[in-house]
């Protein structure tokens, strides 16, 4: 059960990120140098189980330490973005907004756990969240099940000229998405699951 369960989540994850490349511009089509996969991992927990409640609301909502590898050399930044995937928000085209950081170094191969908020950081790095500047955690409901909490990294060849205060996070969001046209160069997915524990 617990295996076809995963799997039906994996198929849902491999959906939305089709269909938000698509979206953004980004497919690999568009691109004249083969897309790479990244190899993304956390500490925290493992790909597709659940994510303790130090990294949730009903915790600590400290971000998870996250590292990667296999990203090519043309990298000049990457994206982080960290949304839950079972969360439609508004007319329902868009999802519940965790965590999106951009202008990450591109010599970058970690992010320590507990990144401080901040608009930017002092190495350039750039963050919003659907309420702040910050890491916002996990916080499905205890009825019903896991919430799928998608981890998505992006190495791009360029800097992104978008700044973290003049928008909303959504208008943000689709501005990092449409920056990101024609420069994802490799992609890591990285899934948590989370709810609540009963009160």
Same mark, same amino acid.
């Given at each position: 059960?617990?295996?076809?369960?995963?799997?039906?989540?994996?198929?849902?994850?491999?959906?939305? %990120?089709?269909?938000?490349? =698509?979206? +953004?511009? $980004?497919? @690999?089509?568009?691109?004249? =140098?083969?897309?790479?996969?990244? =190899?993304?991992? =956390? *500490?925290?927990?493992?790909?597709?189980?659940?994510?303790?409640?130090? @990294?949730?609301?009903?915790?600590?909502?400290?971000?998870?330490?996250?590292?990667?590898?296999?990203?090519?050399?043309?990298?000049?930044?990457?994206?982080?973005? %960290?949304?839950?995937?079972? !969360?439609?928000?508004?007319?329902? *085209?868009?999802? +519940?907004?965790?965590?999106?950081?951009?202008?990450?170094?591109?010599?970058?191969?970690?992010?320590?756990?507990?990144?401080?908020?901040?608009?930017?950081? +002092?190495?350039? *790095?750039?963050? $919003?969240?659907?309420?702040?500047?910050?890491?916002?955690?996990?916080?499905?409901?205890? *009825?019903?099940?896991?919430?799928?909490?998608?981890?998505?990294?992006?190495?791009?060849?360029?800097?992104?000229?978008?700044?973290?205060?003049?928008?909303?996070?959504?208008?943000?969001?689709? +501005?990092?998405?449409?920056?990101?046209?024609?420069?994802?160069?490799?992609?890591?997915? /990285? %899934?948590? /699951?989370?709810?609540?524990? !009963?009160?």
């Amino acid at each position: 059960m617990i295996r076809s369960r995963l799997f039906r989540g994996a198929a849902m994850v491999f959906a939305l %990120v089709t269909a938000e490349a =698509t979206t +953004a511009g $980004i497919a @690999q089509a568009q691109s004249r =140098t083969p897309m790479r996969v990244l =190899t993304l991992t =956390t *500490t925290a927990f493992t790909d597709g189980a659940e994510m303790p409640r130090r @990294q949730a609301q009903s915790g600590r909502d400290v971000s998870p330490a996250l590292s990667w590898s296999g990203a090519p050399d043309s990298t000049r930044s990457y994206v982080l973005l %960290v949304h839950d995937a079972d !969360a439609a928000m508004g007319d329902g *085209t868009d999802d +519940a907004l965790h965590w999106l950081v951009w202008n990450i170094p591109g010599t970058a191969t970690s992010l320590a756990e507990g990144v401080p908020s901040g608009a930017q950081l +002092a190495d350039g *790095t750039r963050q $919003i969240s659907v309420s702040g500047p910050y890491y916002r955690g996990p916080a499905a409901p205890s *009825t019903g099940p896991a919430h799928h909490y998608v981890f998505e990294l992006f190495a791009l060849d360029t800097m992104l000229n978008v700044p973290p205060t003049a928008m909303s996070p959504a208008a943000t969001r689709e +501005a990092i998405m449409r920056a990101m046209a024609g420069h994802v160069r490799a992609k890591g997915v /990285l %899934v948590g /699951l989370y709810r609540r524990p !009963a009160p």
